[in-house]
């Protein structure tokens, strides 16, 4: 198992960037996809982003294609996901997540607690 903490949320207007980190800990970090998920205001969670172990693959969302990157760090065990030009419906709480790389985006099992992201109007 791998223990996930992230940070980087917070209250931004509509334009404005954040940068989420994700802390990773525990397993080892290369063998795990890592992703991204996002939970608005009494909607389901979604995926947002995610990356393969290496970074040689990644998915991003319909909705947020062109404004968020994801990338990691395999030697500081951390995974990124860099958020430009914020739209109100971008808020939600996001959470980062793992899972062993098997070749596909699914079956993520370890999750962080959460950081909240606001995007005023």
């Known amino acids: 198992q791998v223990q996930l903490v992230e940070s980087g949320g917070g209250l931004v207007q509509a334009g404005g960037s954040l940068r989420l980190s994700c802390a990773a800990s525990?397993?080892?970090?290369?063998?795990?996809?890592m992703g991204w998920f996002r939970q608005p205001p009494g909607e389901e969670r979604e995926i947002v982003a995610a990356?393969?172990?290496?970074?040689?693959?990644?998915y991003y969302t319909d909705s947020v294609k062109g404004r968020f990157t994801i990338w990691r760090d395999n030697a500081k065990t951390t995974v990124y996901l860099q958020m430009n030009s914020l739209k109100p419906e971008d808020t939600a709480v996001y959470y980062c997540?793992?899972?062993?790389?098997?070749?596909?985006?699914?079956?993520?099992?370890?999750w962080g607690q959460g950081t909240q992201v606001t995007v005023s109007p």
């Open positions: 997540a793992a899972t062993i790389d098997s070749g596909y985006f699914d079956n993520f099992d370890n």
């Open positions: 525990g397993r080892t970090f290369n063998n795990y996809a």
């Open positions: 990356i393969s172990w290496s970074g040689d693959s990644t």
